[in-house]
């Protein structure tokens, strides 16, 4: 079956830029998404079709994706982009939805 | 739209878990959306479970296959989770979500959670 890597942990300065990146094969044929959690708070859905944003999420935020590749741009990070990061996808092998690892992006 | 978790915090060991899920805001009879369960283990990451379709229609994540029964109850606007077996690696916090999987390319998108509920297994 497919599996989606990510980065354990990513940090960036106050007012940088950061991107958070998502691997798998399966991005190849399908769109990924992506969730921001905070701790004690569920996941809040910030992208989807690797680039579009729900109503709400900033523009600050942005998603791309090449080949098997899918990336999540945080342009001038605030402090409360500190969070962890999930990517999800469909493993078309077997059908079932798959969730990356999950980056903690630390605001130096 | 909102989605609340409901079922007991503790579970004793190759007993079956159960959670239901409540709807409100709008119909879990939607034709667009599947409706789903993911579990976060403490500390850890997001693990998908299934998900079903108001028709019944479920698909699970197959290493939970063998223990996993979703169902809805239309009647009710909720759906439930039933895991048979539980163990200790069962524990983790339990989240249901709406699960929208249409289009092309293929896409799964929860784009509406419940808070959450933690789940002990624990003798």
């Known amino acids: 079956s497919s599996e989606l890597t990510q980065d354990p942990a990513v940090s960036v300065a106050l007012g940088q830029t950061v991107r958070i990146t998502c691997q798998g094969d399966?991005?190849?044929?399908?769109?990924a998404s992506w969730y921001q959690q905070k701790p004690g708070q569920a996941p809040l859905l910030v992208m989807f079709?690797?680039?579009k944003r729900p109503s709400g999420i900033p523009d600050r935020l942005s998603g791309s994706s090449s080949r098997n590749t899918a990336s999540l741009t945080i342009t001038g990070a605030q402090a409360e982009d500190e969070a962890d990061y999930y990517c999800n996808s469909r493993d078309s092998a077997n059908n079932h939805v798959i969730f990356g690892g999950g980056t903690k992006l630390t605001v130096l | 739209l909102q989605l609340q978790e409901s079922g007991p915090g503790l579970v004793k060991p190759s007993e079956t878990l159960s959670l239901t899920c409540t709807v409100s805001?709008?119909?879990?009879?939607?034709?667009?959306?599947?409706w789903g369960w993911i579990r976060q283990p403490p500390g850890k990451g997001l693990e998908w479970i299934g998900s079903i379709y108001y028709t019944e229609s479920t698909y699970y994540n197959p290493s939970l296959k063998s223990r996993v029964t979703i169902s809805v109850d239309t009647s009710n606007n909720q759906f439930s989770l039933k895991l048979s077996s539980v163990t200790a690696a069962d524990t983790a916090v339990y989240y249901c979500?709406?699960?929208?999987?249409?289009?092309?390319?293929?896409?799964?998108?929860?784009?509406?959670w419940g808070r959450g509920t933690m789940v002990t297994v624990s003798s």
């Open positions: 979500a709406r699960h929208d999987n249409s289009g092309w390319p293929v896409q799964d998108v929860f784009d509406n």
């Open positions: 805001g709008g119909s879990i009879s939607s034709s667009s959306y599947y």
């Open positions: 399966s991005l190849g044929s399908s769109y």
């Open positions: 079709a690797n680039n």
